[in-house]
């Protein structure tokens, strides 16, 4: 069981690299490469999508962590 959830902590660890950085900050960042469009209202519905998937795939690592923690011990 041990290596499977090792495995998964590698995917959800690449998956949430990559998501902070499609984020934009101050600069552009990687969000900022013409795929993400502005609105006038304020955040664009494509941001807020991004924010809510990296919130659950930063769920996801930190209980495979507890999870692989536990089973080491």
């Known amino acids: 069981m041990?290596?499977?959830?090792?495995?998964i902590h590698v995917l959800l660890?690449?998956?949430l690299i990559g998501l902070i950085l499609m984020h934009s900050g101050r600069d552009?960042?990687?969000g900022g490469m013409g795929f993400t469009p502005t609105s006038?209202?304020?955040?664009?519905i494509v941001e807020r999508n991004l924010?809510?998937?990296t919130i659950v795939v930063?769920?996801?690592?930190f209980a495979n962590t507890v999870?692989?923690?536990?089973l080491l011990r």
């Open 2 to 7: 041990l290596p499977v959830f090792s495995v």
């Open 13 to 15: 660890s690449a998956g």
């Open 28 to 30: 552009a960042g990687l």
């Open 40 to 44: 006038q209202g304020g955040t664009h």
């Open 51 to 53: 924010t809510r998937l």
């Open 58 to 61: 930063g769920i996801l690592f």
């Open 67 to 70: 999870l692989l923690y536990r």
